[in-house]
Nanobody, 127 residues
Framework: EVKLVESGGGLVQAGGSLRLSCAAS????????IGWFRQVPGKEREGVSC????????YYANSVKGRFTISSDSAKNTVYLQMNNLKPEDTAVYYC????????????????????WGQGTQVTVSS
């Protein structure tokens, strides 16, 4: 059974940092890309960042470039999202997903990026 579990969300002031974790199980970790997506109530889910576990290639949305860093630890089957200089507009529920390729992760749109999603973790940035 494919399982993705996010953790690390919370409440932080603007300018602060958080590190999200996505623990994966039930599939061959290195064969997939893992992506982070976020969603605000009433808005569409949007892609934030993706990483290929086979070659560590990465993708970042323009809104987070220079502030967020995605990384992967194959020994722990875990992907991290280090979020620095957080802004109120980063407030959302953050989800991780397992995609069959990096391209699918960031280019197909959130609805088609993956069949496997975590339950989400809330990130709230206060101004």
């Amino acid at each position: 059974e494919v399982k993705l579990v996010e953790s690390g969300g919370g409440l932080v002031q603007a300018g602060g940092s958080l590190r999200l974790s996505c623990a994966a199980s039930g599939f061959t970790f290195d064969d997939f890309a893992i992506g982070w997506f976020r969603q605000v109530p009433g808005k569409e889910r949007e892609g934030v960042s993706c990483i290929s576990n086979s070659d560590s290639s990465t993708y970042y949305a323009n809104s987070v470039k220079g502030r967020f860093t995605i990384s992967s630890d194959s020994a722990k089957n875990t992907v991290y999202l280090q979020m620095n200089n957080l802004k109120p507009e980063d407030t959302a529920v953050y989800y991780c997903a397992a995609a069959t390729s990096l391209l699918r992760c960031y280019a197909y749109g959130p609805l088609d990026a993956s069949d496997y999603w975590g339950q989400g973790t809330q990130v709230t940035v206060s101004s």
